[in-house]
């Protein structure tokens, strides 16, 4: 999990009383009044000795109380001793990881993108959004490629990566190509450098352009030239990824506000703060827990993010994870990204 902030030595009482509160709220949703943790907490204290405690807690910053004698909910720095300090999760349910793992399965056998299943997956057994960021191309091999016509001299490049994955990029063109000659140059590509790295194509392209200039017209130079482009270096490892279930976090309550809900959904939508936060957790090992304004990212403050890389033979490829409000069940979230990052990796070493 994400390296512990420097926290307080709490006592016992203190420990059992917050991590009481915390499942309470994360369970209800409501702030929790000293009277509910007297009798909840198992501790057989006052609830004159609870508010005490949630007193010095609220000093130290580990809880707030939002309205006057209405109960106190934890803040960030609370949430993040919660699951530093006081949550032990339990692995998935076996149960819950084989089916994990059979629907996975399903998805490569019916030659469906394991990527993007998996994102789906995991909004459905989280009942929030679910991310798989698409595996890192430097691993990825070319199986065919096809280019179309597109309006205003752009270009559809369609590339079939590996077995059965498929990516579609565009590149924009400075004047219009014909469908006949798009159709040469996919061939081309196709025929020469099928089962090819991607990262290698490029300067073996270059080198028979250069080869066959003069066999070559004019229109096919040129767009061999740019089909060039998807295998540039920054376009083989460019991170994208796969979202689902985001219209999901419109149930939380703690989205309630149009225009909060509104920017979340546009970020999302839009990828570059995701992306960024993503692309930090492929150098972290295991879980990695974002709370609140730990992501950096203004939009992401009512949101935790958990987050796990995965590997296909021990090269970590990508990253998945689940986005929901900070009020999550952790002790649930956590272990299933866990083994869906896992499973995702064993499913995609089958691919290669």
Request: charged letters at 25%; a negative charge.
């Amino acid at each position: 999990m994400k390296a512990s902030t420097e926290h307080v030595n709490l006592d016992e009482r203190s420990r059992r009383l917050l991590k009481s509160l915390v499942e309470r709220y994360i369970t209800d949703g409501q702030p929790v009044g000293s009277r509910v943790l007297a009798r909840s907490s198992g501790l057989g204290v006052s609830a004159a000795t609870v508010r005490n405690v949630m007193a010095d807690l609220e000093d130290l910053g580990y809880v707030a109380a939002p309205h006057t004698s209405a109960g106190r909910i934890p803040t960030v720095l609370g949430y993040r001793f919660f699951i530093d300090a006081l949550l032990h999760p339990e692995p998935l349910d076996a149960r819950q990881a084989a089916a994990l793992a059979r629907s996975l399965d399903a998805q490569y056998l019916s030659g469906g993108n394991v990527a993007e299943s998996a994102s789906r997956l995991l909004s459905s057994l989280s009942d929030m959004a679910g991310v798989v960021t698409v595996p890192r191309s430097g691993r990825a091999t070319l199986r065919q490629i096809e280019f179309l016509p597109l309006s205003e001299n752009r270009i559809l490049a369609i590339l079939v990566i590996n077995e059965r994955d498929v990516q579609n990029r565009i590149i924009q063109a400075e004047r219009t190509y014909s469908a006949s000659e798009l159709e040469r140059a996919g061939n081309f590509i196709t025929e020469r450098f099928s089962g090819e790295r991607l990262p290698a194509i490029r300067s073996r392209l270059e080198a028979e352009l250069n080869d066959m200039r003069s066999d070559l017209d004019s229109g096919m130079r040129s767009v061999l030239s740019m089909g060039g482009q998807l295998f540039e270096p920054d376009a083989a490892t460019r991170l994208d990824y796969y979202l689902a279930g985001q219209t999901k976090l419109m149930e939380f309550p703690e989205f309630g506000e149009v225009e909060r809900l509104r920017e979340l959904l546009d970020a999302l939508q839009q990828k570059q703060s995701l992306l960024r936060l993503f692309d930090d957790c492929l150098r972290a090992e295991g879980v990695r827990i974002y709370i609140g304004e730990e992501s950096g990212y203004r939009v992401l403050d009512e949101c935790s993010v958990v987050t796990a890389p995965y590997t296909v033979d021990g090269e970590v490829v990508g990253t998945l994870g689940v986005i929901g409000p900070t009020r999550m069940a952790y002790n649930r979230i956590i272990p299933l990204v866990d083994a869906a990052a896992n499973l995702l990796g064993t499913a995609l070493k089958s691919r290669n």
